[in-house]
């Protein structure tokens, strides 16, 4: 397991969604940051304290997170000086990059000296296996997105939220970095092998009782070209009753891919609908949860009603507004 | 490089299907295959001559090729006498098995002992980049399929010889160890890690000859529970010009899943699209390719004929009749 408190490292996060493993934690485990440790050139911001590394000592930090992600996972040359002093300083690191601090030569010999250790939280920690497509019991909501990062986590874990506080039953399963992280527990599906993909998400949302909600973190979109496999293997594996739809307004192109805007909404109901009722004919589409941080409160009220009104589904930020409309809706 | 010629291992394969790797090099590749190796229980038969490992290297074999695939890709315990044997006899031994024959330490130590080497076709052998969805030169066919093993390998070497026939410039594209066991390259797709999948299809078919055809091998179906993410990543790595549809009549259930049935044409068809166009807006659904094995030869034409009534598309055997109308249809 990995030990808490945590310091937060936002390295030289370009922006705000670079960071978002520790906004994450942030947001959803505040009472487990300490502070924060950013270098020159960072424009991400958790609100924290900024702290040296023997300042995150002195007030309980056991752990580094590594919370900034960048595109393809490396670990860049100007980290390194901070996590060899990390772990000098008596420090655990824990990273959720595809780039393995136990790979690391110089990492790992340090941790053994200084007697620290090093958590790859996306190394798949288990053999996971082909997908048997087999019915099993218990319900299953699926956040899908029309693109990377659009808040499907965080609508998760909302979700999860508001139906603990309703007494029903409601395990929110982390598919990311961000969500292992902050939940200790699931599975890193995009450092899983190709060939288990769904099988991992099988694994993951086992039989369970008739009443019980596996509230499931969506990845990418089935429409990003670069992810999309992720997202699919997550509707095949997930067998969902329900999916909710996720986007963030006003985006200029699909994250990472400048030639490439979002597809609609209907769009990507009915595509989703066609995939996931191969494995559950019963699957709805229940709803819609926007990301709209970036508009002003009746701006984002304003464009939920519009979605609404197009789409006929209850639609909501559920960060901002409650997760309550779209827990009504499932089925 | 992989040695030649080979002793094709065969196992306790329980039918034909699951000794697809030693059929395809039977078929592509006959003049690289000295004999068979069967194990009792054995259900298949290449209709090579039966050998043992001594005749195998008497009469020049340099490799012995697993030749079997088990469902999730294990070593049998029943074949481990056999592959130490081999080594002792002087053979090499060339996998595309999930399970790595360099992650075994007997046959590691054994092949060490011996001098000789061991070849893991399924291992990528290079990092791939995460797929940058941009447009590049070139034409790309992508063969997708309404299920696993339904020819989809078979048609794309049927559409690359007839091709190169006509004196087109035209480069099959393995995606599975069968197919790099016959070429000698290729990207193993169902063992690269998820993100990486779309990236890894792009780097097997770069820009190229703005006349030239990557005929890229598909991998499963989209709407397989168990393998879909692939074959999505196909598509979207992929950006293909031109897809045919792939089946195999008359199957009882899909591969491994006997609560499953495959979709119809048209729906693989419709959605394949959507999903490609997101990446090629021109792509088109150009042809039907039909494995008609198991049905005599006028049933299988007389198939064909109500296939391609039914969908306006050139329908055709390409092995048992070639490949000329779908290389006409082409864009």
């Known amino acids: 397991m990995i030990q808490t408190p945590y310091l937060l490292f ?34 991400a911001d958790m609100g924290l304290e900024d702290l040296t590394l023997d300042e995150a000592v002195a007030r309980g930090a056991k752990t580094l997170v590594i ?41 790992v010999e340090h941790a053994r000296a200084q007697g620290r250790s090093l958590h790859d939280v996306r190394i798949p920690r288990e053999p996971y ?19 990377c990062s659009v808040g499907k986590m965080y609508t998760a874990l909302c979700l999860e939220r508001e139906m603990q506080q309703r007494g029903m039953k409601a395990s929110f ?26 099988g991992a998400v099988e694994h993951l949302t086992p039989a369970n009782d008739a009443d019980h909600w596996d509230v499931i973190e969506g990845q990418g979109s089935i429409f990003h070209p670069s992810y999309s496999g ?9 067998q969902p009753d329900a999916m909710i739809l996720c986007d963030e307004p006003n985006r200029p192109h ?23 009722r191969i494995v559950n004919p019963a699957c ?9 941080s970036a508009m002003g409160e009746q701006e984002g009220l304003d464009y939920a009603r519009k979605v609404e009104d197009r789409l006929g589904l209850p639609t909501v930020d559920p960060f901002r507004h409650g997760a309550a409309r779209l827990v009504d809706a499932l089925p």
């Not at 598919?175 to 060939?195: F, H, K, M, N, R």
């Not at 990472?256 to 209907?266: M, N, T």
């Not at 709805?284 to 709209?292: H, I, K, R």
Request: glycine share 14%; proline share 4%; aromatic share 4%.
């Open 129 to 147: 296996p082909i997908a048997n497509g087999q019915k099993r019991s218990g319900k299953r909501c699926l956040l899908i997105g029309t693109d």
């Open 284 to 292: 709805e589409v229940t709803g819609v949860a926007l990301n709209t």
């Open 67 to 107: 919370g900034v992600a960048n595109r393809g996972g490396f670990i860049s040359g100007g980290w390194m000086r901070v996590l060899t002093d990390a772990l000098s300083a008596g420090l655990d690191i824990a990273s959720g990059l595809h780039t393995l601090l136990g790979d690391d030569e110089t990492l």
């Open 254 to 276: 699909m994250r990472g891919l400048p030639d490439y805007q979002a597809q609609s909404f209907e769009s990507l109901r009915d595509t989703a609908l066609v995939m996931a």
């Open 173 to 198: 399963r982390a598919t990311g970095q961000t969500g292992i992280l902050i939940t200790g527990s699931g599975v890193p599906l995009d450092a899983v092998v190709a060939d288990f993909m769904a």
């Open 10 to 43: 936002l390295g030289d996060a370009p922006d705000k969604l670079a960071a978002k493993v520790a906004q994450g934690i942030k947001d959803w485990r505040p009472e487990l940051a300490v502070g924060q440790l950013r270098l020159p050139g960072c424009n």
């Open 230 to 238: 992720v997202s699919l293997a997550l509707i095949h594996g997930g």
